[in-house]
């Protein structure tokens, strides 16, 4: 990854800053924001779903809902069919309760998957069912068998790159930036939700996995990360659990603060773009009608990192209810260090507002 004009040290990180710089890192991006129309239903529906499953207390369930993931997956798939983007809706909310569990068992969820037919035991964690109920509902609706083997394959290292994180967390160890993004692509819910903009699609095997997408994949998932940590890092660093952040890797790495880790960012996301429109410029023909599935695969992989950016000012997730002023002035105060370390209940806390300079 490139390095911001930063000099490598070991020696203890900066003090706290007294305010946040918050980069506008799609800018120059020109991909529009847009809802898919089936938002308020679906939505909707996907909410009291998850909600049924009784994952979080009524205070924390609460603060679940505050987030909106069902938002997140009508941003991120805008022009999905109403089935199609309740399933994205429900792997959002998935992917929500396995982030707040820290015991999440890899096997349960993947036997889930295996079995999609077949109710989870009974005392089980609840995530077994959450995961079923989500990948039974989905094959019904439609995802084909070569959609199936590959969510199931890339789920399986996502379910992989969380344990590391774990481990990681516990040990408080602190990656350099390569290995990193490495466990990041691995360990971010969006890199299984990117296989769903599959289900309304029909490309080949042979031509999705073709060296040149993929590289976009990976592309689209490095902005993704890269916006989510800078957007997220102000809440992880009050619960005491940003190792696992750019910003915090940045600093450490380079011996920088929070904003200089900021700028940094900045210059990676702007690198990035460059390379995936070269990318985009590259990609062979097969003809039709192919090749208009692939360019309507490409334009939903710029859309996805799009509307995965305007969530998370648009929920409560990260900046309370003041995100879209966040998202205009774009300076910020810290909350205190590890104020909220330490929470005993699973599940989101609530940011209420973010105070801004």
């Known amino acids: 990854m490139p390095v911001f004009s ?29 809802l898919n129309k089936h938002y308020s239903k679906v939505s909707a529906e ?41 399933s994205t809706c429900d792997y ?20 889930a998957l295996h079995h999609p037919h077949e109710p989870r035991p009974k005392g089980e964690w609840i995530g077994g069912e959450v995961a079923r109920q989500f990948w039974e509902r989905t094959i019904r609706n439609g995802a084909s ?12 290292k996502y379910l992989e790159g969380i344990l590391q ?32 903009l599959e289900l309304d ?5 042979e031509v999705i996995s073709h060296p040149t997408l993929e590289d976009m994949a990976v592309i689209s998932l490095n902005m993704i990360i890269l916006a989510n940590d800078i957007l997220s890092y102000n809440l992880e660093q009050a619960r005491g659990d940003d190792d696992h952040n750019i910003v915090t890797i940045v600093m450490h790495e380079f011996d920088t603060d929070v904003n200089g880790a900021m700028l940094w960012v900045m210059d990676c996301h702007t690198k990035l773009e460059k390379k995936y429109f070269e ?15 692939v360019r309507k695969y490409c334009d939903s992989l710029g859309h996805w990192v799009r509307g995965c950016y305007a969530w998370s000012f648009e929920s409560e997730r990260y900046f309370g209810t003041n995100g879209m002023e966040v998202q205009r002035k774009r300076w910020i105060l810290p909350m205190p260090k590890d104020h909220l370390k330490g929470c005993e209940e699973i599940g989101p806390v609530l940011v209420g507002v973010t105070h801004i300079e």
């Not at 049924?52 to 798939?77: E, I, M, N, W």
């Open 145 to 156: 068998g070569q959609l199936q083997k590959r969510f199931i394959a890339i789920f399986d």
């Open 201 to 205: 699609l029909d490309i080949p095997d």
């Open 279 to 293: 990318s985009l410029a590259a990609i062979p023909k097969w003809g039709e009608p192919i090749d208009s599935q």
């Open 92 to 111: 959002m909310n998935l992917a929500a309760v396995i982030d707040e569990y820290s015991d999440v068992s890899e096997d349960t969820l993947m036997d």
């Open 6 to 34: 930063l000099s490598a040290s070991s020696r203890n990180p900066p003090p706290s800053p007294l305010k946040i710089f918050i980069p506008d890192l799609l800018a120059r991006w020109p991909f529009p924001r847009r």
């Open 165 to 196: 994180q774990a481990i990681d967390r516990s040990g408080h160890h602190i990656r350099d930036t390569q290995s990193y993004f490495d466990l990041r692509r691995k360990s971010v819910g969006a890199n299984p939700a990117l296989i769903l």
């Open 46 to 86: 996907s909410c009291a779903w998850l909600e049924s499953f009784q994952a979080f207390s009524p205070k924390a369930q609460q603060a679940f809902d505050r987030c909106d993931f069902g938002l997140l997956g009508c941003l991120t798939y805008s022009i999905a069919s109403e089935e199609h983007v309740r």
